[in-house]
């Protein structure tokens, strides 16, 4: 059963950065896009980042566009969030998602088909 794992939240300053990390066990992890959303409290899951299964194509949510960056490493099954100049609106759990199957690229919420990780915090204290 593949899980997926994400790691690298914590508090932080306004401006400052985080790299969040989510590692997927099995071997599949290089047949699937996969995705970074967030849950502030008090709101509905929403749509942060996504990649392709081989890193060729990239989207972001305008509120984080210039700002993160999705990235992956198929050899180490994990994908990546670098998120830089980190605002106080940015505070959430963060969780990583794949998809039902290989080809689908998830960009909205919500997602009752996705595989989801347990989830990071993140908190931006302004």
């Known amino acids: 059963q593949v899980q997926l794992v994400e790691s690298g939240g914590g508090l932080v300053q306004a401006g400052g950065s985080l790299r969040l990390s989510c590692a997927a066990s099995g071997s599949t992890f290089s047949s699937y896009s996969m995705g970074w959303f967030r849950q502030a409290p008090g709101k509905e899951r929403e749509f942060v980042a996504a990649i392709t299964w081989n890193g060729g194509r990239t989207y972001y949510a305008e509120s984080v566009k210039g700002r993160f960056t999705i990235s992956r490493d198929n050899a180490k099954n994990t994908v990546y969030l670098q998120m830089n100049s980190l605002k106080p609106e940015d505070t959430a759990v963060y969780y990583c998602?794949?998809?039902?199957?290989?080809?689908?690229?998830?960009?909205?919420?919500?997602?009752?088909?996705?595989?989801w990780g347990q989830g990071t915090q993140v908190t931006v204290s302004s």
């Open positions: 998602a794949r998809p039902i199957r290989p080809g689908l690229v998830i960009t909205t919420t919500p997602c009752p088909t996705c595989l």
